[in-house]
């Protein structure tokens, strides 16, 4: 996945800001909070990271071309970065960047993803 649709793809999330921080990773955010980056730079840290739940870490970590999220990973979150397709291509991917954007969105308090008017992601019973 190039950054041109890395960010293609991110934009179309709602609710999401970009921002270009850490040494020129362009970083997605929902409600000020982490949910996507790339490095494209071709340095060791070079790929797009993510969040995943306790399973998707232990399984992804281990496949061909993801490894553990530098940083992140070691200090006990669930992330992981996607550094070739050799496991997952780009539509499987978006998949996971989507997943990582609604694990953040979930993980947020009900009042602030009120004043994102993101309730509608939860269903009624959660907007309350």
């Known amino acids: 996945m190039t ?9 179309t ?13 362009d970083v997605w ?3 000020a909070r982490l949910f996507a ?3 494209a ?3 060791k840290n070079a790929g797009i990271t993510f969040k995943v739940s306790a399973l998707g870490y232990e399984i992804l970590s281990q496949q061909p ?5 530098p940083y992140m990973a070691s200090r006990g979150m669930t992330w992981v970065q996607w550094y070739s397709d050799a ?11 989507r997943q990582s954007y609604d694990l953040v969105l979930a993980g947020m308090p009900r009042k602030q993803r009120v004043a994102l008017g993101a309730t509608a ?3 009624p019973e959660r907007a309350r």
């Open 3 to 11: 950054p041109a649709q890395f960010n293609a793809f991110c934009s």
């Open 13 to 25: 999330l709602p609710h999401t800001t970009h921002v270009v921080q850490w040494g020129g990773a």
């Open 29 to 31: 955010k929902v409600g």
């Open 37 to 39: 980056a790339m490095w």
């Open 41 to 43: 730079d071709g340095g």
């Open 65 to 69: 071309g993801l490894r553990p999220a």
């Open 87 to 97: 496991s997952m291509g780009a539509k499987e991917l978006k998949l996971y960047l």
């Open 121 to 123: 992601c939860f269903g």
